[in-house]
């Protein structure tokens, strides 16, 4: 539940020092020749004032659920004030700081797809030079799946030495910073959804599309005003896509809702095709010897 106040305070420091960085290279720099504002941009100074924030931010006592932390940032940074979260699944934790990037980034069409290809284990690479915007991506399209759970491997941003996971005999959902032009192309090759979040664009394997879901029409047209609302591509630049306030969060658990709604129905459906028995309508009960029916029992709970 603190996962959302971490990664604020972490990217608020990274966004300053950024801020600071670039005014820098906006200026001249006989501007700061004799000027006492050289201190903000001396590595050494912003190392100290870093590790002194992170000492105070480490000090705070943890709050418990429903209680907010208030902490009175030093060096011109913006507070933090955090309310605990009460009785929030994992998939409403995700998606409340998360979801709603997607959501501004991403096509509905496109989200749809996601989300189906997701549901049917499909193999799937996201590439874009934003990393934030990349693993908001990825976290939020296995929230969306909620209550089902997604088993295959995940990996929100994948390191240059370990690019031979791209090519792993399961499903999965990558994340790559930079991928290659051979990678592209052999991707596709293998039938791997490859994804240009920067573009908006979905590259499907050659001759082997999305399987259409049951019943999506009605799911889109509950996320339309939402997604309306939401999407603008010049958001895809933004330093920080991750601080939403109260109402936003809302609109993201009502997001969550439909999807929720949409698996638990496509479970029912499927549940209903299903012959429910148990091991013993197989077996008499009159039978002395009943060590094979235990021996079977035992084996089938096993497995």
Excluded at 86 to 104: E, V
Excluded at 216 to 245: A, G, I, T, V
Aim: glycine share 2%; charged share 20%; with cysteine.
């Amino acid at each position: 539940p603190f996962f959302s106040m971490h990664f604020q305070f972490i990217y608020d420091i990274i966004g300053h020092e950024r801020f600071l960085k670039q005014l820098k290279l906006q200026t001249n720099s006989s501007d700061f020749s004799n000027n006492d504002d050289n201190n903000l941009f001396d590595l050494t100074t912003k190392s100290k004032e870093i590790i002194q924030m992170l000492d105070l931010y480490n000090s705070k006592n943890t709050p418990q659920p429903g209680q907010k932390l208030f902490i009175k940032m030093p060096f011109e940074h913006k507070d933090i004030e955090f309310t605990v979260p009460i009785k929030c699944s994992k998939s409403q934790l995700i998606s409340r700081w998360c979801l709603l990037t997607t959501f501004k980034l991403i096509s509905l069409d496109n989200i749809l797809k996601l989300f189906s290809a997701i549901l049917q284990e499909r193999q799937i690479v996201i590439h874009s030079k934003n990393i934030g915007n990349l693993s908001n991506v990825v976290l939020s399209l296995v929230s969306l799946i909620h209550p089902l759970t997604w088993h295959g491997l995940l990996i929100p941003i994948l390191p240059k030495h370990l690019e031979y996971c791209l090519y792993a005999p399961v499903p999965y959902i990558i994340c790559s910073v930079n991928l290659s032009e051979h990678h592209f192309e052999s991707l596709l090759n293998s039938g791997v959804l490859v994804v240009s979040l920067d573009e908006d664009k979905i590259n499907f394997p050659h001759n082997n599309d999305i399987a259409i879901l049951p019943s999506m029409q009605p799911l889109k047209s509950s996320l339309k005003s939402f997604h309306k609302d939401l999407y603008n591509r010049k958001l895809s630049n933004l330093e920080n896509p991750f601080y939403y306030d109260e109402s936003l969060i809302q609109t993201s658990k009502r997001i969550l809702s439909c999807f929720i709604t949409y698996c638990e129905r496509f479970l029912q459906n499927i549940k209903n095709h299903f012959i429910n028995f148990t091991i013993e309508n197989y077996f008499d009960y009159n039978i002395r010897d009943k060590s094979i029916l235990n021996l079977l029992k035992t084996l089938n709970y096993n497995n």
